[in-house]
C-alpha cells in the first residue's frame, strides 16, 4: 500500500526573500518510495512558478515515483469543480489585473452561456458522432458550466469544495505521478545530461497542468468512439478552453471545442489575433493529448513532450495563457525573449526522441 513518506511545506519564494510580494504556497506529500532527489525536484519546480505568479493560495499535491506505461515521463490528475459561466466570468472579471486580463475577460461572452464548434457528439446535426463539426450554442449545460482545476478557482477566489483524489494523501489539487523507468537529470542547472530528462523541468510541466493548463476536449476526444453522447453531457470545457479558436470557429464569434486534426489557436481577443497552436487529440487529432500546445513548436513549457538533453523553461507563452485563465502574473517576457528559447532549444539538438517520449496528464 501507498503511504505517507513525508510532508514538505515550501516556503513561499516572498517569504524567502523577505518580500512583502505574495506567491502560491505548494504542500507537497510524498508518497513512499519517492527518493529525497526527487522530492527536491518537485519543490525546486514548484518554486519555478511562485516565482512568476502572485496570488496568496495554497496548492496541496500528492507526488509519486512509480513505474509508469512505456513512453510517459509523469502525469497529473487534477481535482476539479464545475462552476457556472457566469461565476466563473464575474470572478475572472474581479481577479483582473493585467492588460492581457482585461482584453481577455472583455472579449468573452456576455450573457450566461457561450457558443462553441463542437463534433462527435450523439445528437450532431450532421448525424450520430458525425467529424463534421456544427455550432452548438444552444445554451444548455456544456454551454453554462465551466470545469476548473481546484488550483485555478483558488487562484481566481472562488469558492473550493475540498476534495481528495484515489491516490491523494488527504485532501489534494493534484496527483502527480513520475515514471522510474526513465533516467533524470535532477540539476537543470548545470545543463541537462544528454541521455537523461530535466526532472525539475518535467515536473513543473506536470504542475502546470494541475495549476489549470488542461482541455475538456481530451473528454470528447477519447469518449466519441463508436459509443456517443449528447452534447449537454460534454460539461467538460476548462478556463483555457476558452481562449481555444480555429480559424472556422473564429469566424462564428465562438470557440472551436472540437476533436479533429484542424489547427487549434489560444487567443484572448475572441480568436481575432491567433496565439500559439494547440495540441489536437491523442484519438482524433494530431496524436497528443488538447491539454498541450502543439509539439515541437517550442511555445513553452506546455509542450507535450520532452527529449533528452533538453531543459524545459517557462516561456512568456506559458505565463500569458496562466495569466488569462486567473492567474495573477505581473512580468510577462517580451515575444523576443521566448523565440530565442526556442533557437537555443533547436541548437541543442537533443530533441530526437521526443516522439517516444511523451508526457501524459491523466484520464478522469
Ligand atoms: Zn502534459
Known sequence: MKTLLS?????TAAAATGSATAAPTFNFSFIAGTSMQAQQGFIAAAALWSSHLTDDVTINLTVGFNPLAPGILGQAQSAQQLYSYTDFRTGLAADASTMADATAVGHLPGGNSFGMLLNRTANSPNGAGSALPYLDNDGDANNRGVRITT???????????????????????????????????????????????????????EIGHT?????????????SSGTFFNDNQFTYVSGLD??????DSAAQGVIDWTADTRN??????????????FSTGTVHGDGRQASHWKDNLFIG??????????RL????????????????VPAIPEPSTYAMLGAGLLLLGGRASRETKIFRKGTK
Not at 473550493?160 to 537543470?188: K, R
Not at 495549476?211 to 469518449?223: E, P
Not at 487549434?264 to 497552436?277: E, L, M, N, V
Request: charged share 15%.
Open 264 to 277: 487549434k489557436y489560444f487567443s484572448i481577443d475572441g480568436g481575432a489575433t491567433p496565439g500559439p497552436q
Open 242 to 247: 476558452l481562449f481555444r479558436y480555429s480559424a
Open 211 to 223: 495549476l489549470g493548463f488542461i482541455s475538456g476536449v481530451d473528454i470528447l476526444d477519447i469518449n
Open 7 to 11: 510532508a514538505i511545506t515550501l516556503a
Open 313 to 328: 523553461s517557462i516561456s512568456g507563452n506559458d505565463l500569458l495563457a496562466m495569466d488569462v485563465i486567473g492567474w495573477d
Open 151 to 205: 488550483a485555478e478557482a483558488k487562484a481566481i477566489g472562488l469558492g473550493v469544495m475540498p476534495q481528495t483524489l484515489s491516490n491523494c494523501i488527504g485532501t489534494c489539487d493534484g496527483f502527480i505521478q513520475f515514471s522510474s523507468n526513465f533516467t533524470f537529470d535532477f540539476n537543470p542547472n548545470d545543463g541537462i545530461a544528454l541521455n537523461a530528462f530535466d526532472f525539475v523541468g518535467v515536473a513543473a510541466h
Open 301 to 310: 513549457l506546455m509542450d507535450p513532450t520532452a527529449g533528452m538533453g533538453e
